[in-house]
């Protein structure tokens, strides 16, 4: 890693039906980079709780099994900083799972996810089905409604990659932004600002050269000038080679948007590291 403090705060371990790596080989692989702080946050998504179309069972026992792994693998890893986050997706369209998730368990970071608008597919799904400008600008106006609920209800610390939506919805040949629903960013910031929230760059797309590029440079230049301070920085790996990737690229981004500090989050505080 080029940068002191470089560390990864959003990273799936195989507890999660998209990871492809163990938690332990993870945690190796963040040893070897030299992380200062590494973060696993695997899924809980709340509105699939008890039934998932992907396994059947559900993140009830996600949320227990990964807990249990990043217990053993503190114990394994003394030399690495790790940290015990979980990454909750759609709380407010099941809020007794999420509570069920975050009870007993003393997280060090949770990170409030939307990947989907309540009673629609996942974003990513949706991506399939070209559809029309109309359409997409009232999935992103149902989206910014509620990231602003869910921002009220407050029981997460970062809020995750605000620009999931446009990695799938942006019409073909366009340029991925949120034209038309600024009005709607700003007041998110400003709920995050005043509630003391954090706002993650999601490294993960920054240095694919096959996608669009998203709108994160002015997104983040915008947050500080509103007055946003809290930062969170993650490559949202799903394996091990993915393992802060664009975490080193993100610094400098944020750089470029006039931050000197981004947040590690340790027992739901924020910890404040330079960008160095
Ligand atoms: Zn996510
Ligand atoms: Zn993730």
Known sequence: MKHRYASDCHSHSDCS?????????MCERALELGLFYYTVSDHCECNEYKYTEYRGTGYHGVVRKAW????QCRKDYPQLRLLRGIELGQP???PSAAEDALTGREYDFVIGSLHNVAGEKDFYHLGEEGLSQERIDALLNRYFDEILAMISWGGFDSLAHITYPLRYLSLPGSTPSFAGHMEQVKAIFSELIRGEKALELNTSRLLRQDVPRLPDPELFALYHEMGGRL???GADAHCTEDLAQ?????MELLKQAGFTEFAVYQNRTPVMLPLE
């Open 68 to 71: 249990a792994q990043m217990d």
């Open 92 to 94: 407010l369209q099941n």
């Open 17 to 25: 039906f998209d990871g492809r790596s163990s938690m332990n080989a």
């Open 246 to 250: 664009g975490i080193d690229e993100g």
């Open 231 to 233: 930062v969170t920085l």
